[in-house]
């Protein structure tokens, strides 16, 4: 799986534009969470670049800030692990913790 790091709130405009071509997937992870660690190393196990999203991978601890502006730009509260699933510059998906599977991100990109 090749990860996109998001890093600075000014990727969020960049990320919207994108998913106006295609989905783009959010995963917030707090990297002193096990369960967070579990819900990333599911999501990594069962992943295809086949359905068409580009990932971005956001560490929580040290950039807290984005993640904040992640929560108000797409009005989604925080959650930690929490993937976000953007197409057309906004939220249609999100999940928490173990909620968190590629099986329902899939169904959601081929729903709309």
């Not at 929490?82 to 909620?99: K, W």
Request: proline residues 4%.
């Amino acid at each position: 799986m090749n990860w996109n790091k998001l890093q600075d709130n000014a990727q969020l405009n960049q990320i919207k534009q994108e998913s106006a071509q295609q989905p783009v997937l959010i995963f917030k992870h707090s990297t002193r969470c096990s369960i967070s660690s579990t819900a990333l190393s599911r999501l990594e196990r069962n992943w295809s670049d086949s359905v068409g999203i580009k990932p971005y991978y956001l560490d929580l601890i040290s950039y807290r800030p984005v993640s904040s502006q992640v929560a108000e730009d797409f009005g989604v509260g925080h959650q930690s692990p929490q993937v976000l699933l953007i197409q057309n510059g906004e939220c249609i998906y999100d999940a928490s913790h173990f909620d968190i599977s590629f099986d329902d991100l899939k169904q959601q990109v081929v729903s709309v």
